[in-house]
């Protein structure tokens, strides 16, 4: 795996970035680790918040010196990015994996190794996995119309903006008052693609579920290629999204949402809609924004 160089260090004694071609309001570079210091820092963030036009306002010139914009939720009850155990040292690269053989694993191992057992067999952990996600006849329905075997992939859809276009309107709408984040900042993190950030900074938000976030980085990879997807915002445990090619037929939004269940399961198992069909309908059909949240 070939590595680009880290700016960020340049940044320690220059904070504006004049050298890189930035004009950097005053930030701090963050190096924390569950293991302590790492050996470079990880990612920069705005001391300020974050408002409507930073992200444009960056411009090109970070991505010519290889780092991307994102934002960050610094007033959550997990604090900022310093304290969310960040894990570098537990990532593999992104494009060492095949998104389909990601998903597919993920979804088997709860359809047919857990899910699947007859209702009537008990088993280590029955219990656990009953109150979570039902008996196998309740999984079938909340999966419906798939099965127990993995769908697939899902087909690309059409754009109906610009990538990048598409995620400085959804960070404007973050940024801006009355958003969920409390206290947005605007980041920037050394990255080959978008798609990478969480890998890049070793973000442990879905380490209960994955614990090699590279592996959901391939699937990132993939939705963007197929759905313009780019990684706007992270806070300790969620992930949120901009799609500029979202799907626009119910078939085309209940094959996505196969890949979320597999993706992420908490957002149908823990979400309003509790089935595959219903999350298509109300979170992935025509939706300019994708979010996940891990347990």
Not at 135 to 143: R, V
Request: with cysteine.
């Amino acid at each position: 795996m070939a590595t680009l160089p880290n700016p960020l260090p340049s940044l320690a004694a220059d904070p504006s970035g004049r050298a890189l071609g930035l004009q950097l309001p005053p930030g701090r570079l963050i190096d924390a680790t569950d293991e302590g210091p790492w050996h470079e820092p990880l990612l920069w963030h705005a001391e300020g918040p974050a408002a409507p036009g930073d992200w444009t306002a960056l411009g090109s010139a970070p991505r010519t010196t290889g780092l991307l914009p994102l934002l960050i939720e610094v007033g959550g009850s997990q604090g900022g990015p310093e304290e969310w155990e960040l894990m570098p040292e537990e990532v593999s690269y992104p494009g060492d994996h095949d998104a389909d053989e990601v998903l597919a694993g993920y979804w088997e191992e709860y359809a047919e190794d857990e899910l699947e057992l007859d209702a009537d067999v008990d088993y280590p952990g029955k219990e656990t996995v009953v109150e979570l996600f039902g008996e196998a006849e309740e999984f079938a329905e909340t999966i419906a119309p798939h099965g127990v075997q993995w769908p697939g992939l899902a087909p690309a859809t059409a754009a109906d903006a610009d990538p990048d276009d598409r995620a400085a309107e959804l960070a404007d709408s973050l940024a801006g008052g009355g958003s969920w984040l409390k206290e947005p900042r605007l980041a920037l993190v050394p990255a080959r693609r978008s798609a990478d950030i969480p890998a890049a900074i070793g973000w442990s938000g879905p380490v209960n579920y994955e614990g090699d976030v590279a592996r959901l980085c391939t699937v990132l990879r993939s939705w963007e290629d197929r759905f313009g997807i780019r990684v706007v915002a992270l806070t300790f445990d969620q992930l949120v999204l901009s799609v500029a090619a979202p799907p626009t037929t119910a078939a085309e939004a209940e094959a996505v949402a196969a890949e979320h269940f597999a993706f992420c399961p908490d957002n149908i198992t823990q979400g309003e809609g509790e089935t595959l069909r219903a999350y298509a309908a109300d979170e992935v059909l025509g939706k300019r924004v994708w979010s996940f949240w891990w347990d």
